[in-house]
């Protein structure tokens, strides 16, 4: 049984935590971690891009000179698509590029992501983390004594802590979510996991009854 050391606000060491890979997911899929991430990356586009086509472009519909006669290859009206200031011809829409995969899926690719997090040495353990208000100042000093300033990092509750999200929301590199609103791309992309000691433990708890360790979230950020 690996051992994750825990730490203080201090940053000092004061105790162990006994978990491994195995206790969040059963195995790590590559392909399902890759198929959830590129969904969630999807998800979060806009879909604006936009031409307008012939029909669009506001110019006369009259035909540019006679069909015959002239000694030029004939033409229709100025908007056509091989006209300079005419319409594309195969003109960009706005569209939706969001898709689901399979909610059992998308659970399974956040316990995964997490598994693969503490496989890969890349967790680090507080024993709590509460702020009585608000103060950016505190949870920056809470991450340099944690040696992880400057390094993207993800910092889990086990609730919303919402005195802790106030005061590391504008830390750059730093995102803040409860252990409900982890999925697979807001746990993969930062460096590390800051975990609490009591968010480890609901990890563990809903991986074993198989409930939902987040990965509901469409946005994924």
């Known amino acids: 049984m690996a051992k994750l050391p ?18 969040v997911a059963p195995r790590i899929n590559k392909q399902l971690l890759h198929d959830a991430v590129v969904m969630y990356q999807a998800n979060l586009r806009n879909g604006s891009a936009k031409t307008k086509s012939r029909g669009e472009v506001s110019s006369s519909t009259r035909k540019l000179y006679r069909q015959k006669g002239t000694g030029n290859a004939r033409a229709g009206h100025r908007a056509s ?26 659970r399974l690719a956040t316990r995964m992501a ?8 890349e967790v680090v353990v507080i024993d709590e983390l509460t702020l009585e208000k608000p103060q950016t100042r505190d949870v920056a000093t809470v991450i340099k004594a944690l040696g992880l300033d400057g390094v993207t990092t993800l910092i889990a ?17 730093i995102t803040i979510s409860p252990v409900s609103e982890l999925n697979a791309l807001s746990v993969l992309a930062p460096r590390k996991m800051l975990v609490t000691r009591a968010a480890l433990d609901a990890i563990k708890r ?7 360790v987040g990965g509901d979230a469409e946005g994924g950020g």
Do not use: C, M, W
């Open 206 to 212: 809903r991986a074993a009854g198989d409930d939902t």
């Open 81 to 106: 698509g091989i006209r300079r200031g005419g319409g594309h011809i195969f003109a960009k829409k706005n569209r939706d590029y969001s898709y689901r995969l399979p909610r059992k899926a998308v």
């Open 114 to 121: 997490i598994a693969s997090k503490i496989r890969d040495d």
């Open 6 to 23: 825990v730490y203080n606000r201090a940053g000092k060491k004061v105790g162990d935590y006994s978990i491994e890979p195995a206790d």
């Open 157 to 173: 509750t086990e609730a919303q802590e919402l005195n802790v999200y106030k005061s590391g929301r504008n830390i750059a590199g």
